[in-house]
């Protein structure tokens, strides 16, 4: 069976930080690049950073740029987000996603999905 897991989430206070995993199953990520989406309540899905399969490529949407670090490790199978300075408007459902293309944020063209963890940002 072919799935991604995401997994780390949870409730933080605002100025804290946390790290989001992507571990995969049923299929090695090598060739793939790997993106990190999030959906905010009353929002749209929308993405927040991707690597390349050879950690090339990285790319941070402004929102979040000099606050989280994408890296991914190949041997185990996983991708994570380090989220720092966690603030209230980082609360949102986080996903992650695999495409056989480049390294981009546009949902469009990612093959296969998480179910998503929960990221909440409250005091």
């Known amino acids: 069976q072919v799935q991604l897991v995401e997994s780390g989430g949870g409730l933080v206070q605002p100025g804290g930080s946390l790290r989001l995993s992507c571990a995969a199953s049923?299929?090695?990520?090598?060739?793939?690049?790997i993106g990190w989406f999030r959906q905010a309540p009353g929002k749209g899905r929308e993405g927040v950073s991707c690597?390349?399969?050879?950690?090339?490529?990285?790319y941070y949407v402004d929102s979040v740029k000099g606050r989280f670090t994408i890296s991914r490790d190949n041997a185990k199978n996983t991708v994570y987000l380090q989220m720092n300075n966690l603030n209230a408007e980082d609360t949102a459902v986080y996903y992650c996603?695999?495409?056989?293309?480049?390294?981009?944020?546009?949902?469009?063209?990612?093959?296969?999905w998480g179910q998503g963890t929960q990221v909440t940002v409250s005091s």
């Open positions: 996603a695999a495409n056989a293309g480049l390294c981009t944020v546009m949902p469009t063209g990612y093959d296969y």
């Open positions: 049923g299929f090695t990520l090598d060739h793939f690049a």
């Open positions: 690597i390349s399969s050879s950690e090339s490529s990285r």
